[in-house]
Every structure is written in C-alpha cells, then in structure tokens.
C-alpha cells in the first residue's frame, strides 16, 4: 500500500511539473499547445502548419480566442485536478494564462469537452465532505487517498489522449479553428462547427480532407475518429480540412432506388413512394448483412504506375472491387480481385484529364489513407460521367462501411431535426427580444429538472428558451443554445452574466435567481468537495472557467450565494486572472437591459444583448456559466 | 341401413396377415370403424396413433365422426389402419443422416414443425422437407455406418418450451445416445475429405441449379399423400432465406445446421464466389472446425460450461490487471530482439537479404548493424501501426519469411523479414500482426496468437509430410474449398491463401465465426435465389426464374443474364390457373406476367413466392406463434390473394 502511494504522489508530483513549465509557457508564448499537456509521450503538434508561429499569423483573432478558450479549459482542469491533489493553495500560482486579445469571445469549452470533463469532475465530487467543519481527519485522509488514486487514473488516461489542432475551412471563405482530440469522431466535431458557424445544420454538412498534391477530396464518415486520419498527413502538408455541404454523403438513404436499381431508368424512379425506399432500405441495410448495390460496368483503369488508363469491366461485391479478365465471363469465379476495402479509402479527384490524362473528369482512387503523394500502389479509376462515379463510390462506401453508414445518417437526421427545431425556437425567442425571460416558462422549465446534479440539464433550463421540446431528449442538451443568431437577445448565459454584471441588487430582490433552482436543494452545510477546501477557493481563475459548471462543487451555505456578481465584479474577474478576460470595450450593461428585464417582470439577470458580436459562437454550455456566476459570488463573498 | 363388408389391413397383424373384413353401415363413423377394427384384431395395444389410410385415394380418414358415407367409402374401397407417426431417415443440412419418427397424416408444414422441435430448432416456417439427390455412385457398403443416429425412442413433445437439462433440452439428455445426437446437430462437424466433396453432386449451371427445388414437398399435403414410406429418406434444409430473430443463445443448432447448409452450399459450387471470397470461406471454415474440436473435449460436462467460461474470463482479467500493474511498476514493455535478415526489394536491384539485429518495440521495429550497435541509433526505424503483413512461408523449403507493405506517404514500403525456425517466425509474425491493429506484445492476444500460427504451421507440415495418404483426422485445406481450386491450386500453394485470410478471423470466437461465415454467405450476390426452369406465356425457349425473398428475376438462359427483375412490394395478387398449370401474377403499372413451370410443379413454385410473402408477415413482437392458417392461405393457391 504504502508503495503504491509513494508511487503515486511521485507521479502526481511529476504532472505537476509538467503542467507547471506549462503553465509558464503559456504565459510566455502566445499559444501554447494544448498538445503539450499530454505529456512526453505523445507530443503531436497541429497539422498542416510548417511553422508554428506563421500558423499563428494565420489564424484570426478570434480563432486564438476561441482556441485559447479551449487551452485554458484544458489547463485549468489539469490544474484543478493538481489543487484537488495536493489539498493545497498551490493552485493558483502555476496557471494564468490571460490572453490578452482585445476582442474576446471566450468561450468556454467546447461541449465535449465539457461532458468529459463533467464525467471527470463528477466522479471526484461524489464522496464530499463538508469542508466547512472539517470532520475527523483520518476520514478525510480516507478519503484523499481514494480521491488521489482515482484522479492520477484520470490523469494517466487523459495524459495519453493525443490532442490536434485544426484549421477548418468553410465554404464562404472563413475559417474555424479547432482543438479536437482522438476520442471525438467526425460527427462531434460537425457538432461543434454547428455551434461556431452558422449554417442550417442539415445532414449534408460534411468534414472533408482535401489532399493538392493528389488533387482529391473525401468526405470523413461520421463515426472515423477525426485524428486518425489527419495524423497520416506528412508535416509539410498542405492538406486541408473542409467543412461543406456535400450532396452525395447521404444521398443514398434520400433516393435508395437510384442506387439500388440503379439499372433502370432514373426517370422511372423518380416518383418512388417514401414507404417504398424505406422498405429498400431495411431490405438492404438492416438485414444480417448489408446488400451492397450490385453496381457493374466498365471503367477505365489506371494501375501500377503506369501512365495508361485500360477499360475493363467492374463489379462491385461485399468483398471487394472486381473485374472480369479479358475474354472470361463475368461469373463469380473468373473474376480478378481488384482491390479490397479494409486498408483503402475512397477519394473523389479533381481535374484527373490533365494531371493523368484520364478520359474524364470523373475520377476517383482508391488508396491506403497513409499514402499522399502519387505512388503504384494508389489504384485510379475513371467513369463515364459524374453520376457514375456518384454510384460507385457510394457502392464502396456501403462495402466497406456497412450498417455504419445507415446508422450515421439516422444520427444526422435526428441531429438535424433537432437543430431545426432549436432553430427555430431561437428566432421565435430573437424576435421578441424585449421580453426575452418569461418567468413561467423558466420556472416550468425547473420543474423539468429537479435532479440538481445534473448540469447540463440546469444548462438548457437556465436559458429562457421554453422547455426543451420533445425531441430534445434525444440531444444532448448543449449544443443547441450555440444555435443563437449572432445577437440573440441572449438568454441569460451566464458569459454575459460576466461581461455585463447587471446592477446586484436587482435580481437579488425580485425573485429567487432561478439558476438556484437548479442547483441542489439550498445545501445548509454545503457538501462542499474536498477538491475545494475553503481556503483554495480563490481559485485561478482558469480553474473556475473550465471546470466550470460542470461538476461545481455546491455553492457554499451561504445564503448570498444566490446573489449575482456584485457591481464591482468586471474588475474582480479580471483581477482574478483566467477568467475571460475583461470584456473589451464593452462598458457595463447598457442602461436599457435592465429595464427591459423591469418591466417584463423576469426573474432572470437578462443580459443586455450584448454588444453585436459577429461570431456566432456564444458557445457556452450553460451549466459552465452558471457556476462561474456562483463562483464570482462566492468570490466576492469572500473579499468582504 | 343394409350393412356390408368392409375391408381393412392392419398393419400391425404382420405383412401377410389378410386383410380383416368387417361388417358396417354406411352411418356408422370412422370412429366406430375402429373400435370395431381393434375387438376383431384382439391385439392389446397402445391405438392411439392409428388412423385409416385409404389407399385408392391416397388420403387419410382422420375425422372420426364422419360417417362412411360422408367420406365416400363403399364396399370396394381398401383401407390400411396404420400408425400416423413412422420413423423416417431424415438427411440433415450437415450431411449426417438422423432417425426419428414424424407425422405422416398432418400436413408438411406441421410435421416439420414437429420435427424441428424435437431438434431444438427454431422457426421451423423456414425449413422444408425435399426428396433426396440420388448419390452419383452405387454404393456398396456404406449403408449401415451411415445410420448412426437413432432418435426414434425419443417421443415429440407437445409443449413447445422446451426445458434445458445439462446445456441442452431435456429429450436429449435421457442417454449418452441421444447426447451424442444433440451434439451432433449443435456443433459443426470437421470439413470433409476432398474425395467426399468430389463425389457429391454439383450443379455445373444454372439449369441445374433448377433441379434441386422440383423436390420440395407440398407443405399443405402429408408424407403419406405424396408418397412417402416409412423409413424413407428426406432431406431438412433451409427453404426460405430469411432468417427471422437469429439468436446465438437459443439457436445453437439452428446457428449450427444453417452453417452447415452454406457451407456445403460453398463447397459444391451451389453458390458462386470469387477466390479471394473462397479463401476467407476456408479461413472461416478451418477456425469453426478447431473451436469446435476444441469445444468437443470440454463438452462431456456441458454444465460446468459456464462456470468454466466465467473462471476463465476472470482469469483474463486479473491477467490483464497484473499486467498493467506491471507495467506502472516497472514501466518495461516487453520487446523481441533477435538478428532476422531483412531484404527491401526495389527496382534494378538484386540484393539479397543481409542480416541485423532487430528490435521489435512497440509497434515498431527498429534495426541494427549488430547486437553490439543497439544502444545507439537505429539503421531504420519501422513502425507498423496500419500495415499489411502478409505470409510467405514454405516449410519444405524451411523459409519463414514475413511480408510487411508498410504504408508511407509515398506509397508502400515493402520489406521482407526472415526468420530462422518456426519459433522465432511465429513470434515475430504474431508481433507484427499485432502491431499491424496498433496492438503491442503486452496485449493479452499475443500469446494466443503465437500458438494459432504454430498450429497452421503443424497443419502445413501435415500436408507436406504425406500429400498423398492423408489420415482423416488431419485438417486438409483442400477440404475447405471447392472442388474448382483442388484442380487450380496445389495444397501447398492452397495453404498459404488460405493463412493470409485466417489472419483476419483467427481472433473469433465459436459463435462469431459462424455469425462471419453467413454474413459474407449472405452477402454474396446471388445468395437466397432459388432457381425454377419456366416458360413464360407468349414466349418459346425455357426461362429461369429466380425467386429471392424480395423479388423475382427473370434470368435469360443464352446470356445467362439477369433480363428483369419484379418486387414483390409492388405485387398486386397472384393465382394459379391449376387446369393448365399457369401461374399469373399482376403487378402494380398494369404488368402481368404468367409462366407455366417446365420442371417443378407448379405448386412448388406457388408456395415459394407465398412462403416468403409469409415470411415477411413475421414481426419480431409475434415471434412464437405461427399463422399457420395465413401460411396455407398464402401458398395453397385456392384463393387469389
């Protein structure tokens, strides 16, 4: 036992290190990577730039405030973790990275981040003992000691998790820049683009790798893993990285018969009854096995390195891409295996009738995803026109996805759906700005969640949108606030809280702040963590702003909890460091918010609309921003 | 009522005993008839399941309270009082020939309901009983051996749960004999010998893919109707290819019997594939054959079973848990170094291989001029995360070699390895497959993966030692292909295609392997289409008509090309005009096709597109009651749909 806790404080000690010169470095360097965090082991730097600080010239104010966002969320839970750790003050001296961009649209964490970090938070709050009255001190110990043990878990596995950061491009010329780590896959961070862009977030928005050297595109699938297939780039790529809509990702699950009867006429097919592709569909994708289209024809063949392109007939089967020898008969047994799907992807390709010489346009390779320059073992094949490529790079995709495909697109439509729906309730709310917080709704939205615990349930209650509608159960439930138009009359995000601190006594009066509701029931002696000993709690701010709201520890008893940040707390969140920094030019809410709220008889701290803000990204999962707002309470609390 | 004589065999007086003569009227009831039948035998017995057969007619008279008159029996009619249930040598989809009595009276239908619930398989709507294919050779003395299994002792239960006892149902734990029978038809038998293949029929096209289903009985009408005898032999096969709620929990024979069938569906040609498919099938194949083997020996105590699992996976567990403690204490990760000679093939070059001393790490290997150099920086580094390892093995010739494409942006590396012996090639191969997926030695698959290569390696030692006598119980690879690749590829160059595939599946389990081998069964294109020569009406050559489980397919026997192809979802109806034995079938658009059948009947043909309209009436909720009334309405062709 003793061993095993000598083992583990030495290695405690040594993240700390770590996370400590990281700490420094970020002070230092503009950008320090997030990869960095990780520790020695999996040192793996952003993509697609050569140099690091041209990358960084590159990317737009805001794009840095949105990744420093990111960063110092990861810090700070690393951080928080350390604090937890050593149950001391140390805490607050390693990490402060204050990015000092004018303009901030801090965000906080983006929502995956939030819900892991929420898992990880959650599980270290579960056994709290009351700070307040320290109980017997070996119980604590006790305690300590299981808590350590669970937390170096956490941090060995979160150390090993490889962390990337991307340049993604969007079709109308901006760009985002994102931070996604391996456990994400593709439709994660479709998610998250969905958030930071405003697009109608309909199935068809797909990630996609552009490769100029090849001249190809793909579309990523919707469950890869996203840093699979970037970390196969070479480091002096200049691959890219797309978000756009793309027609053809799931053009098969919205017109099956032109897929699976390919045979006849398009014409014919055109007026298919829903109920009968459905029934295709199950025929083909929810079977033991999934059918593949029985895709057969000639296509032209270039292989081997060399440079002519021979037509040779193809079928497509569940095994592999095949085609008949000269001379032989297309039976099963004279075909010639192609290429089989387990190692290779499939890649559209650009303007092949120039760089290749094909016979047309419509070209696509089938190749190993590690292989990015032109090589003998990338296998090229052309069609006839684009609708034939259409079908057989589909065919493929079927082949080597399977049922996976069909369940990606459910996925999306649901995710669409949902989208829509939230959509549309933002306009709705967007319209009437004015009144923006209905006290019933709010309250009936309470009632929702009467499980405090769960954060991210008080998140969607705490917006001033209706209840969730139905189909929202099956969302989790951030995403969707993001949704807001660029200047939403903003619900009462707890960001704005703290940008634009509303005059204190106001919502202390009037009513009971419903984020209170929320929280567990008014704790008496707070079942404050161990993870937050009384006398931490002037915490870094990074702490406070990444951990956030998802596993905040209860507010402590006090019955000022329930009081918004007082006036003076722009300059105490400043002060404090880590937290988004001072909103910029901003001066306090303006005059009329307040009375706006007034009149309409809200409960909630409404915002001002805040200053026109032209990222939509207001990201903020709320459940961070609630408990940002309790920890500037507290805070303050305690300065008096 | 005048009364008059009656003339009635039974049976059970013996073969030559004359028939009894008794005296009736014509309202007396059949079961009246009996009664007076069983005092005039004087024989004490169980009667229970005697019924009259009336012979001219060829029908059963199994409503007892019908009276002669109704029936239609006079003075002339000749009637047998015979047993409705007799023994029946029953062909199973696994080759082996069972005996176990069934119902000659009740319809097809049900009896092979009944069959199949002595069998313990479920969702006998999918299985049909068909008359055998004559063996191609006279056979001399086989008969006797053939019959091994005997489940003629074993009543048919009624109740349709079935008990378990010992890890199998209850009728089956009676006796080691009957033990032996459920073990029969729960686990795969070991593939055959070449020559087994080789004798059996094989379809050589699709004219004679048609022959096969003219055999199917009529599942509305009984055995004895369609003459069968006693002790005659019948086929059980899946009929219908669509395999309703497979559950590996409860269908372990049904998982098993269904294997069976598409593996001889493979073997002999029935269904066409590709090499590289045919390869995979043989991997499969040999991996369910050494799990099943392997399964026989612990098998004699089925019910330790599960206990025996769950040690073992806990074994696992605190395996992997003091590994991984292991690996936080000391933090070394197991490696292998050894010197290996290593040849990279490039153009205009001749260079051989040249020796270093390896590492392998990770998933990497790195190499070295000598031992001696491996502290300092490697010649090359290798990191096999994503690569493809492929065999290049030949033990006569004693070269182990591993073939690595190890992608690059570039293209592929490719890089010869030679190990010395069998040992070191199967550590390091084991290594490098692993590493291939992004495993390391530490993962616990490791060791097994060394001792599966070992094992291939004896197999092909086996082959080589003794290409000509090969004893039955060595594993031949020629037996896990079809008759085809016996003539294209010698065992030795057999084996290694077939090692190349096993890579991919030699981490299944039993049950997953099985689950393998029908999914690439099924999803081969011409798969569930059952084949019927026709003549479409107004046409004047025979056709072939494919019937899937959602559609028809007009097949043209010149081009042997798919002409059209009909779904049954936009069928409107379908009937028979039984006076010229055409059936009609109209679907949406005002399309209306009508074919006469060449060599089915045309019942035949009728019930199969029925069966699987019925077949997809099934839902996952209803799944243990059978609409047997909707069944005959959907296949018996009396009224139109």
Redesign the interface.
């Known amino acids: 036992m003793d061993d095993i806790d000598a083992m583990f404080s030495d290695m405690l000690q040594e993240m700390d290190l770590l996370t400590q010169s990281l700490g420094e470095e970020a002070e230092s360097a503009p950008l320090p990577k997030p990869s960095t965090i990780p520790g020695p082991q999996e040192m793996n730097f952003s993509v697609g730039f050569t140099d690091f600080n041209a990358s960084l010239h590159n990317l737009e104010d805001n794009d840095l405030d949105a990744l420093m966002a990111d960063l110092v969320a990861d810090i700070s839970a690393t951080e928080e973790k350390f604090a937890t750790e050593k149950d001391t003050s140390k805490g607050s001296a390693p990490v402060a990275p204050i990015p000092s961009q004018p303009q901030s649209n801090f965000s906080l964490p983006a929502s995956n981040d939030t819900s892991r970090h929420a898992t990880f938070s959650n599980s270290i709050a579960a056994p709290p003992p009351p700070p307040a009255s320290k109980p017997s001190k070996d119980e604590l110990e006790e305690q300590v000691k299981a808590d350590k043990i669970k937390l170096a878990l956490e941090k060995l596995k979160e150390a090993k998790v490889k962390k990337l950061v991307v340049k993604v491009e969007i079709t109308d010329g901006s760009s985002k820049t994102l931070m996604v780590d391996e456990r994400q896959t593709v439709r994660d961070v479709i998610d998250n683009l969905f958030e930071k862009t405003h697009c109608d977030c309909n199935v068809d928005w797909s990630v996609c790798e552009t490769n100029p050297d090849l001249q190809t595109e793909r579309g990523f699938e919707d469950h890869e893993n996203i840093v699979e297939p970037l970390s196969t780039w070479t480091r002096d790529t200049e691959n890219k990285v797309i978000f756009q809509e793309k027609k053809d990702k799931y053009e098969v699950f919205r017109n099956p018969q032109n897929f699976y009867m390919w045979k006849k006429e398009k014409q014919s097919l055109k007026d298919m009854k829903e109920k009968d592709k459905e029934q295709l569909l199950e025929e083909n994708f929810c079977g033991a096995s999934v059918i593949v289209p029985d895709l057969e024809g000639v296509l032209y063949l270039k292989e081997d390195g060399k440079k002519s392109w021979k037509q040779r007939y193809f079928l497509l089967r569940a095994s592999g891409l095949y085609y008949s020898p000269k001379g032989k008969t297309k039976a099963s047994r004279d075909l010639v295996c192609l290429v089989q799907f387990d190692n290779v992807n499939v890649y559209y390709c650009k303007e092949y009738r120039i760089k290749y010489k094909a016979p047309t346009d419509h070209c696509f390779i089938l190749k190993h995803p590690q292989i990015q320059k032109e090589s003998q073992y990338i296998k090229f094949l052309c069609c006839d026109d684009e609708w034939i490529m259409t079908l057989w790079v589909t065919g493929i995709r079927i082949a080597k996805y399977g049922k996976q495909l069909y369940d990606n697109h459910k996925a999306a439509v649901r995710k669409a759906a949902g989208s829509a729906t939230w959509a549309n309730r933002t306009i709705q709310a967007s319209s009437s700005p004015s009144t923006p917080s209905p006290t019933p709704k709010a309250k009936a939205a309470n009632g929702h969640a009467p499980q405090p615990a769960v954060e991210t349930k008080g998140s969607s209650n705490q917006t001033s949108f209706p209840p969730p509608p139905p189909s929202m159960e099956t969302l989790p439930p951030p995403p969707p606030d993001p949704m807001l138009p660029p200047p939403p009359p903003a619900p009462p995000s707890t960001t704005k809280v703290n940008k634009f601190p509303p005059p204190p006594q106001f919502p202390q009066s009037s009513f009971p702040p419903p984020p209170m509701d929320d929280l567990p029931p008014p704790p008496p002696p707070p079942p404050e963590d161990s993870e937050l000993p009384p006398d931490f709690l002037p915490p870094p701010p990074p702490f406070f702003s990444s951990c956030g709201g998802e596993a905040l520890p209860p507010p402590p008893p006090d019955p000022m909890a329930s009081l918004p940040p007082p006036p003076p707390a722009p300059q105490n969140f400043a002060s404090s460091g880590g937290a988004p920094p001072p909103p910029p030019p901003p001066p306090p809410p303006p005059a009329p918010a307040p009375a706006a709220n007034k009149p309409a008889g809200s409960i909630r701290k409404v915002a001002p609309p805040p200053p026109k803000r032209t990222t939509p990204q207001l990201a903020a999962p709320s459940g961070g921003n609630l408990m940002s707002e309790l920890m500037t309470a507290m805070q303050k609390k305690r300065t008096q | 009522m005048a009364a008059w004589d009656l003339t009635v065999t039974v049976e059970d007086l013996g073969p030559d005993a004359p028939p009894i003569q008794i005296s009736v009227t014509s309202d007396l009831h059949i079961g009246g008839v009996i009664l007076k039948l069983v005092e005039q035998t004087n024989l004490k017995k169980d009667w229970s399941d005697h019924a009259l057969w009336w012979e001219q007619k060829q029908q059963w008279l199994l409503r007892t309270g019908w009276t002669l008159d109704k029936c239609g029996v006079h003075a002339d009619a000749r009637l047998v009082f015979t047993s409705q249930h007799k023994a029946l040598r029953l062909g199973l989809p696994n080759g082996v020939t069972l005996k176990m009595r069934a119902c000659f009276s009740s319809p097809v239908f049900r009896t092979v309901i009944a069959i199949c619930r002595v069998l313990n398989l479920r969702h006998p709507e999918e299985l049909s009983l068909l008359r055998p294919v004559e063996e191609k050779k006279k056979k001399k003395d086989k008969d006797s051996s053939e019959e091994l299994y005997d489940l003629t002792d074993v009543p048919l239960t009624a109740g349709s749960v079935q008990a378990l006892y010992n890890g199998m149902p209850a009728h089956f734990a009676d006796s080691p004999k009957t033990e032996a029978v459920y073990k029969m038809l729960s686990v795969s038998l070991p593939s055959p010998a070449p020559e087994a293949i080789a004798r059996l029929y094989r379809p050589a096209s699709v004219v004679d893919k048609t022959h096969i289903n003219t055999r199917w009985l009529d599942s509305s009408r009984s055995l004895m109707q369609q003459g069968i005898q006693e002790n005659d032999k019948l086929w059980l096969r899946f009929k219908y290819y669509t395999?309703h709620d497979?559950d590996p929990k409860y269908d372990a024979v049904r998982l098993t019997q269904l294997y069976e069938q598409a593996r001889w569906a493979i073997l002999l040609e029935d269904i066409?594939?590709?090499?590289?498919?045919m390869m995979?099938f043989g991997a499969l194949q040999y991996h369910i054959g050494k799990l099943s083997l392997s399964q026989d020996m612990v098998s004699s105590c089925q019910g330790m079973d599960d206990l025996e699992s769950a040690l073992k996976s806990l074994e696992v567990k605190m395996v992997g848990d003091s590994n991984s403690t292991d690996m936080?204490?000391n933090m070394t990760a197991p490696e292998l170094n050894d010197y290996l000679k290593i040849f990279r093939p490039k153009r205009l070059t001749l260079k051989g291989y040249k020796q270093y001393w390896c590492k392998f790490q990770d998933t990497s290997i790195s190499y070295y001029k000598s031992s001696e150099d491996r502290f300092g920086e490697p010649i090359q580094q290798l990191n096999l995360k994503?690569c493809?390892v492929a065999p290049d093995v030949s033990l006569a010739g004693q070269k182990f070699c591993i073939r690595l494409l190890i992608?690059?942006?570039?293209?592929?590396n490719e890089i010869y390895l030679r190990c010395e012996n069998e040992k070191q090639y199967s550590q390091w191969m084991a290594a490098c497959k692993l590493a291939s997926k992004g495993l390391t030695l530490l993962d616990i698959s490791y060791q097994n993966e060394v001792k599966n290569i070992q094992t291939f390696l004896s197999m092909q030692r086996s082959n080589c030692a003794a290409p000509v006598a090969q004893t039955d119980d060595s594993i031949n690879t020629l037996g896990l292909v079809s008759p085809?690749y016996h003539k294209k590829y010698k065992p030795k160059q057999l084996t290694p295609r077939i090692l190349e595939a096993y890579q991919?599946v030699a981490q299944l389990s039993l049950t997953s392997a099985i689950l393998r081998f029908?999914?690439?069964w099924?999803?081969?294109?011409?798969f569930g289409t059952s084949y019927f020569m026709v003549r479409f009406k107004g046409s004047r050559k025979d056709e072939v008509l494919g019937i899937a489980n959602?559609r028809l397919i007009r097949i043209d026997l010149g081009i042997?090309d798919v002409v059209k192809t009909w779904r049954y979802?936009n069928m409107r109806q379908w009937n028979v005009n039984w006076d010229i034995r055409q059936m009609a079938i109209e679907f949406d658009g005002n399309i209306n096709i009508a074919f006469s059948c060449v060599n089915a009947d045309c019942k035949v043909v009728h019930e199969y597109i029925g069966g699987y309209i019925f077949m997809s009436t099934r839902s996952r909720q209803q799944s243990d009651t059978l609409d047997e009334q909707l069944f005959h309405k959907l296949t018996g062709g009396h009224d139109a749909l």
């Open positions: 395999f497979m066409d594939c590709t090499e590289e498919e995979l936080l204490e994503g493809e992608p690059a942006p570039e293209g592929m085809r991919n029908l999914q690439i099924q999803a081969l294109p011409d959602n042997g979802n």
